[in-house]
């Protein structure tokens, strides 16, 4: 599960939880993901950053939230954050800042113009769709991981 700080058309702050960004934005636009303080159904996730995309294992996420997960089944917030921390550590050792040329890195590298390697970067909504229906592989970050390469 991942967990996104959301606000409606009238910029009421909550939280929602979701398996996974397609799992957000197919809830959002069926009108199932509403706003609690006033029904708003216009809902945003509450991002500064623009869409973030790296060519990082999609498994590493998913294992970061399951180990903030206690028996329960509450998430311990602290644990989280420390995951988040780890995750974002390792796309960042893994894979090559490439910032806007996302897109473009990641086409040369699906049509073998450029050998493969792990990138992350930024697209925007419809040239991340485009690479999808493309078959390019790649992951969105429910938050910034959006730095250069330096150390
Ligand atoms: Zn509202």
């Not at 500064?48 to 311990?76: C, F, L, M, W, Y």
């Not at 970067?121 to 419809?126: I, L, N, S, T, Y």
Request: glycine share 8%.
């Amino acid at each position: 599960m991942i967990v996104y700080n959301l606000a409606c058309d009238q910029h009421h702050p909550f939280e929602g939880w979701f398996s996974s960004p397609i799992d957000f934005e197919n809830q959002r636009d069926r009108g199932l993901v509403e706003c609690p303080v006033c029904g708003s159904k216009q809902v945003e996730r509450k991002l500064h950053a623009p869409r973030i995309n790296v060519g990082a294992a999609p498994a590493t996420k998913v294992e970061a939230v399951e180990s903030a997960t206690q028996p329960d089944g509450e998430i311990d917030h602290a644990k989280l954050a420390q995951a988040i921390s780890g995750f974002v550590k390792n796309v960042r050792e893994n894979t090559e800042y490439v910032g806007e040329k996302f897109a473009e890195e990641a086409r040369a590298m699906h049509y073998g113009e450029k050998p493969r390697k792990g990138i992350r970067g930024r697209a925007d909504k419809d040239t991340a769709r485009e690479l999808r229906d493309e078959g390019i592989e790649f992951q969105s970050l429910p938050f910034p991981v959006d730095f250069p390469n330096a150390h």
